[in-house]
């Protein structure tokens, strides 16, 4: 028997001895064989005399038959057969960067180069119309990172050094069924060899490729694995010692009036509320008990765009910094960037979910947590601040939520910056790595937390996270909620921020420095285009297809095959004028998502002879709401010019172009639109055209945009495209009235915001809005803010709100969208007179006095 034939044997028993024990997953694409375009072919060197090789980074015989068996599984070029290169055959087309010379075990060579290396770089030298495809592969055997405090760990889990026999055997046995590999972009050896010889003339390239590599699969390793951890222990002796921290300590010990062990035992009492304490085992955990979750009680996890994460996850320290829509979403993000083989982030949590047991697996699950409120506790700041430092320090992937807590209307909140500032500020004190910010959404078609998010926006107090809450909401297992959509965004690369406000070039030394206003005006900024990011990133689900459509019903309510066209309509709608390139929307048609709705038990079919009618399902339409909000910023400028072509009968472009500019500005900062003012021609006139295109609207020989007939199927499709911005549109005039009725300087913009407050739950339960956030305070401040920043409103030396006739002249654009009914009913809703006014202001200060007692108590 020959040599070869013998070899071949021995890989062929060993492969199936291997494949008893080992199941490899494949992280990340998987390299194709594409055939050669027309430029490539016209190329120097062919692309059918292209050879591939597999670099692997240590010597391994079980890694090479692994890779093996996955090329061969993946119909690859097989990394174990004979590779012919040139005038001469390679045993194999895989390569060791860390050669092992096995005819001198005991004392290898310090600097020896792997022969076949050597041997391929020669073939080119002779062979100029050859190159070779160099696929960096990376192999693991589990995913847990080193850490210093555990023998066992150092012996048998994935490690950065190459592994001895005994320590492969172990990993074989103990992390078969969790091992893992994923293939690398494709890299050629003629171009490294070029680059070498060009760059580094005093370097064979044999040193530079290796070199090259090497880090290469460092930092591939890094993504996945993470950086090598230290316990928490270590940790939190590091961070106690550090010199800013130690400065803090001996402030709190002078500003107390406490001895010096005592502040220090106050910063380990905080280090120890905050750290994180992660956890391979913890995160398995998880692992297997979410993949249940998933299969039970939803019907499984759509990611789209991931490939965003993997393309920045060599070269940029990632934040995550997902929507905030349920206390779900911890579980779901860490659960999808580990399944697609990228390291579970550390996440910043509030401090109210650090409970029993909980707060435990939270950590070990990558959890740090954070008070809500810290102001005037220099020592927490400055303890949370060199945590956080320490974090951005090893490269560690962040996570946490830019609106601070979870909504309760479905809208995206105004951002809440701390965390921001402070990752910024740790930026700036310096890291290895630049700053990628990964917008995320997250969409649900059903919420655990969906009945307690009505209740407290129809007035409820918050309820507290406690055990029993998360059993009672466990209970819910065997319900059905849909799918869960997760889209990533347009990243937000946080040199470019700085760059823009002139902030590149400021260093800070110290985390106890002020952040200049430069960096607080970059902050900002970041901030609101990462909210404008996740919407973009939007996933229109049928759910909140369907609650659109019916909320914007008289009575919630539409002929089974009216529904179908609406639906289908602005289907149509969204695939010819999509919200963003990054805009994901259901496939299903409209008689699918009817289906889908019934299945779920959020909307009824009512029977009748003469055509089936489809309604909303009992108690749930405030519910939808929820869902309609998720997804409203993507038809409020078609929303709009329906109002205004329908309600006016007939309107010019120029008209309309400039109602919608002068609106604008208050909608973008509601729902975080993604255009500016200045941008907001092109849009509108290619909505335009969309809505001509679907004959909602026409065009007269003059050019005005024309309404369809009244009570025509198109008119009435005209109707409920108008409804969803009539809303927004309604608040607005409300505040506006209020603040007219009483008179330029009369009224503060607190007294305004509490006013309109009270008013919004006062329509919503008279004219059935049936819409919790029309009276949610956020949105009132926002247009506060908008008004003030836009020049209508401002405030004297008694914090009065005072206003001229461009003022008044803003509520007049109300008449060109709202009926005479709307805006008769909305004037007389906020006429008071002095002494109502006066009533109602002490009852809002006492309820606010009582709410502060209790809070002090608690």
Not at 497 to 512: C, P, R, S, T, V
Not at 731 to 759: F, K
Request: aromatic share 8%; net charge negative; charged share 25%.
């Amino acid at each position: 028997m020959s040599k070869n034939s013998f070899g071949q044997m021995y890989r062929r028993l060993s492969s199936k001895l291997l494949d008893l024990v080992v199941t490899p997953h494949v992280l990340g694409e998987v390299p194709t064989s594409e055939a050669p375009t027309d430029e490539q072919t016209q190329t120097e060197v062919p692309v059918s005399q292209k050879i591939v090789c597999y670099v692997l980074q240590n010597y391994s015989r079980s890694n090479a038959l692994v890779v093996d068996g996955e090329t061969r599984r993946l119909k690859l070029t097989p990394a174990l057969e004979a590779m012919p290169v040139g005038d001469q055959t390679e045993k194999a087309a895989i390569l060791f960067l860390q050669h092992q010379d096995e005819t001198n075990l005991l004392n290898p060579p310090p600097h020896a180069f792997p022969p076949r290396l050597l041997r391929l770089i020669e073939q080119l030298e002779k062979h100029p119309e050859i190159d070779i495809e160099l696929i960096p592969v990376t192999v693991l055997w589990g995913r847990s990172p080193d850490k210093e405090d555990s023998l066992f760990k150092l012996l048998f889990t994935d490690t950065w050094a190459t592994p001895s026999k005994v320590k492969q055997l172990m990993n074989i046995g103990l992390h078969g069924r969790q091992s893992f590999l994923e293939f690398h972009k494709a890299q050629s050896l003629r171009s490294l060899v070029d680059f070498a010889k060009e760059n580094y003339p005093n370097l064979s390239p044999a040193t530079y490729i290796i070199s090259s590599l090497n880090d290469y699969l460092d930092r591939q390793r890094e993504v996945v694995l993470g950086p090598d951890l230290s316990d928490r222990r270590n940790v939190m002796h590091s961070l106690i010692k550090s010199e800013d921290v130690q400065d803090a300590i001996r402030k709190e010990s002078i500003r107390s009036k406490v001895s010096m062990i005592e502040a220090e035992r106050r910063a380990i009492g905080y280090v120890n509320e905050i750290a994180s304490d992660y956890s391979y085992s913890a995160v398995r955990f998880a692992e297997s008990s979410l993949t249940r979750l998933w299969t039970q009680l939803y019907d499984g996890v759509e990611v789209h765009n991931f490939s965003t994460v993997r393309e920045l996850a060599n070269d940029y320290e990632i934040i995550y910094t997902p929507c905030h829509r349920s206390h779900i979403d911890y579980l779901l993000l860490s659960f999808v960037i580990f399944k697609r083989g990228l390291m579970v982030p550390y996440i910043a949590a509030g401090d109210n979910l650090n409970l029993p047991f909980v707060g435990q697996l939270l950590r070990g699950g990558g959890a740090f947590f954070i008070r809500r409120s810290f102001r005037g506790n220099a020592l927490y700041t400055s303890v949370f601040k060199e945590y956080l430092y320490s974090i951005l320090a090893r490269n560690t992937p962040l996570e946490y939520f830019i609106e601070g807590g979870r909504s309760r209307t479905g809208r995206l909140l105004p951002p809440k910056t701390g965390m921001l500032a402070m990752t910024v500020h740790g930026y700036l004190r310096g890291t290895s790595k630049p700053i990628a910010f990964v917008p995320t959404y997250i969409g649900y078609e059903r919420l655990m937390e969906g009945s307690t998010y009505v209740g407290e926006m129809q007035g409820k107090p918050k309820e507290s996270e406690s055990i029993l809450g998360i059993v009672k909401t466990l209970r819910k297992i065997e319900k059905i909620f849909g799918k869960v959509h997760l889209n990533f965004g347009e990243p937000v690369f946080l040199d470019d921020m700085l760059k823009q406000h002139g902030a590149d070039q400021i260093k800070i030394e110290h985390n106890d420095d002020p952040i200049p206003d430069q960096v607080s005006a970059a902050v900002n900024s970041s901030a609101n285009v990462i909210l404008e990011n996740i919407n973009r990133a939007v996933v229109i689900n049928p759910v909140s297809l369907l609650s659109l459509i019916l909320l914007a019903t008289p009575k919630h309510t539409l002929d089974e095959e009216i529904c179908i066209k609406q639906l289908d309509t602005y289907r149509d709608l969204l695939a010819n004028q999509p919200y963003d390139e990054r805009t994901q929307v259901t496939p299903l048609s409209g008689k699918e998502i009817i289906a889908y709705g019934l299945k779920l038990k959020l909307i009824k079919r009512v029977k009748h002879v003469l055509g089936d009618i489809i309604a909303i399902a009992d108690n749930q339409g405030v519910l939808l709401t929820y869902f309609r909000n998720n997804i409203i910023h993507t038809f409020v400028l078609p929303s709009l010019i329906a109002s205004l072509v329908e309600h006016n009968g007939k309107i010019s472009k120029g008209d309309l172009i400039n109602v919608i500019r002068t609106l604008y500005p208050f909608l973008k900062a509601e729902l975080f639109l993604k255009w500016d003012v200045t941008d907001l021609k092109e849009p509108i006139c290619k909505y335009v055209d969309a809505l001509l295109e679907a004959k909602l609207i026409a065009m007269d020989e003059d050019q005005n945009l024309v309404s369809p007939a009244p009570n025509s199927e198109d008119h009435n499709q005209l109707v409920v495209l108008a409804a969803p911005v009539k809303q927004s549109l309604e608040r607005y005039y409300m505040t506006l009235a209020l603040i007219t009725q009483r008179g330029s300087g009369n009224i503060s913009t607190r007294q305004v915001e509490e006013l309109s407050h009270l008013l919004g739950q006062r329509l919503s339960v008279l004219y059935e809005f049936n819409s919790p956030e029309f009276f949610d305070k956020a949105l009132f401040q926002s247009f506060m803010k908008v008004l003030t920043q836009q020049g209508y409103i401002s405030t004297n030396e008694d914090n009065a709100i005072v206003f001229d006739e461009s003022f008044q002249n803003v509520a007049q654009y109300a008449n060109l969208v709202l009926d005479d009914v709307t805006l008769q009913m909305l004037q007389h809703i906020t006429t008071f007179t002095d002494e109502e006014l006066k009533e109602v202001l002490d009852a809002v200060a006492a309820e606010q006095a009582k709410k502060r007692a209790k809070r002090k108590k608690a």
